[in-house]
């Protein structure tokens, strides 16, 4: 999947803003993020509605922060939080996948070592 690169990324209160090389901009919320994780503990709890939900809820509860943000070669970033996952390592491809709204898991159920 080609994407445009990301040029910016500004970390907000409740969200982070990002403006990527083709003017395109997204704001995504700290909440669909950590829901989002791609770490092999998150990712089987997405795979079927109650746990996906079960997952959100879990989230929803964390203090609101905002995450250290650090870059994993050219190809995607790591977020720190003080509570909850900060396993996950997000690609870009998977960051503009959650900005355009659309499932960053790309319809893929999580199984180890598939990915």
Same mark, same amino acid.
């Given at each position: 999947?080609?994407? /445009?690169?990301?040029?910016?990324?500004?970390?907000?209160?409740?969200?982070?803003?990002?403006?990527?090389?083709?003017? &395109? +901009?997204?704001?995504? &919320? *700290?909440?669909?993020?950590?829901?989002?994780?791609?770490?092999?503990?998150?990712? /089987?709890?997405?795979?079927? %509605?109650?746990?996906?939900?079960?997952?959100?809820?879990?989230?929803?509860?964390?203090?609101?922060e905002k /995450?250290?943000?650090?870059?994993?070669?050219? *190809?995607?970033?790591s977020f720190?939080?003080? &509570?909850?996952?900060?396993?996950?390592?997000?690609?870009?491809?998977r960051i503009?996948?959650?900005? +355009?709204?659309? %499932? /960053?898991?790309?319809?893929?159920? *999580?199984?180890?070592?598939?990915?």
């Amino acid at each position: 999947m080609d994407i /445009p690169e990301l040029n910016r990324l500004e970390r907000r209160e409740f969200d982070m803003h990002l403006t990527w090389s083709d003017g &395109t +901009e997204h704001e995504i &919320t *700290y909440d669909d993020l950590r829901h989002a994780c791609p770490c092999a503990n998150c990712s /089987p709890q997405r795979n079927d %509605d109650e746990s996906s939900k079960s997952l959100r809820r879990n989230i929803e509860r964390l203090p609101n922060e905002k /995450p250290s943000v650090r870059t994993i070669g050219n *190809y995607a970033l790591s977020f720190d939080w003080k &509570t909850g996952c900060s396993a996950g390592i997000h690609r870009f491809e998977r960051i503009w996948r959650l900005g +355009e709204n659309q %499932d /960053p898991d790309n319809g893929k159920p *999580y199984v180890h070592g598939a990915w």
